[in-house]
């Protein structure tokens, strides 16, 4: 399966009841294994998570730390791009040419590298004195 076809087969578990838009995604880290998340709600709206987040989380507790490649999924009229706070979520796992996927449902799919996802990032470096 692709990991695009990961993110297409759990997206149907996302819980999304108040957006109606279910998200899926999938991660493959530098071990090969494959991590992955949907969108998880909440009636309290700013408690909701993104299914990015759900899919690092998954990560870092099978224990890896290092994503290779990245794939999400939307019910959308085009590729839905990962908001801004996932995009600094991945960018701490993931180098800057790591391939992110972007889909539809409907079959569309575009590629971006993380670094031009999120160009000027506040990284380590950033800390170090
Ligand atoms: N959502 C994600 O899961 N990932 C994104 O990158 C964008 C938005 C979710 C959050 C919310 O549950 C729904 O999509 C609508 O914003």
Avoid: W
């Avoid at 408690?47 to 959308?76: K, N, P």
């Amino acid at each position: 399966m692709t990991l695009v076809d990961e993110a297409r087969a759990i997206r149907e578990r996302a819980y999304a009841p108040y957006s109606n838009f279910k998200v899926g995604a999938a991660i493959r880290a530098a071990s090969g294994r494959v991590y992955l998340g949907v969108n998880v709600e909440n009636v309290a709206y700013p408690e909701g998570t993104c299914a990015e987040a759900g899919a690092i989380a998954a990560m870092v507790a099978g224990g890896d730390t290092e994503i290779a490649e990245v794939a999400i999924i939307a019910d959308a009229p085009v590729p839905l791009t990962p908001c801004g706070g996932c995009r600094q979520k991945l960018a701490e796992f993931a180098a800057a040419d790591v391939p992110v996927t972007m889909a539809t449902v409907g079959g569309e799919a575009e590629v971006m590298q993380v670094a031009d996802l999120l160009p000027g990032a506040f990284g380590r470096a950033h800390m170090e004195a």
